[in-house]
T-cell receptor, first 113, second 115 residues
Framework: AQSVTQPDIHITVSEGASLELRCNYSYGATPYLFWYVQSPGQGLQLLLKYFSGDTLVQGIKGFEAEFKRSQSSFNLRKPSVHWSDAAEYFC???????????FGSGTRLQVQP | GAGVSQTPSNKVTEKGKYVELRCDPI?????LYWYRQSLGQGPEFLIYFQGTGAADDSGLPNDRFFAVRPEGSVSTLKIQRTERGDSAVYLC?????????????FGPGTRLLVL
């Protein structure tokens, strides 16, 4: 069965600091990997996705993520966090085996001034 | 262009009542998904349509939940005899598939509260 683990429930960083959110997945076939962001009371906005090819993918708002097959990881990074990045971040896995996405439980990001 | 829309944005009902939640997908998207997000959790899959038919309904928790997509566009999620445990945000997503893979785009959700 497919699963996603986001080990950090809550992270606090200072504005301007770098950020890394962790995501580990389990999937029986070739995974499609996604990061979504959710602000309070809002739906999910796609930040970036990985299907194949270059393992470092760039997304919106200055985010990037790196797919590491050997570690079953797809960590999200940003070199300099802005106060507006405060939100909940979800990692998800899907693919050709099962089209429905499986989500992690999320990481809530708080940004200190 | 217009994104996925969901109505109502909020719904309060009493235990035992029937509710319908509506989803309007992005024009041209053939696949449509329903997810449920409980407080403090990630979304959980309920059902997926390809066109008019339910291609995968393995996530529906029981037979009180039912969804339709009669013309392959708008979808309605129906919940009978609501229970307090059904309180959650119900998210709809539609998707497009390009030459490399499928991307799901989400609506703002319907927040259901069962009293």
């Amino acid at each position: 069965a497919q699963s996603v683990t986001q080990p950090d429930i809550h992270i606090t960083v200072s504005e301007g600091a770098s950020l890394e959110l962790r995501c580990n997945y389990s999937y029986g076939a070739t995974p499609y990997l996604f990061w979504y962001v959710q602000s309070p009371g809002q739906g999910l906005q796609l930040l970036l996705k990985y299907f194949s090819g270059d393992t470092l993918v760039q997304g919106i708002k200055g985010f990037e993520a790196e797919f590491k097959r050997s570690q079953s990881s797809f960590n999200l990074r940003k070199p300099s966090v802005h106060w507006s990045d405060a939100a909940e971040y979800f990692c998800a896995v899907g693919g050709t085996g099962r089209r429905a996405l499986t989500f992690g439980s999320g990481t809530r990001l708080q940004v200190q001034p | 262009g217009a994104g996925v829309s969901q109505t109502p944005s909020n719904k309060v009902t009493e235990k035992g009542k029937y509710v319908e939640l509506r989803c309007d997908p992005i024009s041209g998207h053939t696949a449509l998904y329903w997810y449920r997000q409980s407080l403090g959790q990630g979304p959980e899959f309920l059902i997926y349509f390809q066109g008019t038919g339910a291609a995968d309904d393995s996530g529906l928790p029981n037979d009180r939940f039912f969804a339709v997509r009669p013309e392959g566009s708008v979808s309605t999620l129906k919940i009978q005899r609501t229970e307090r445990g059904d309180s959650a945000v119900y998210l709809c997503a539609s998707s497009r598939t390009d030459r490399v893979g499928e991307t799901q785009y989400f609506g703002p959700g319907t927040r259901l509260l069962v009293l």
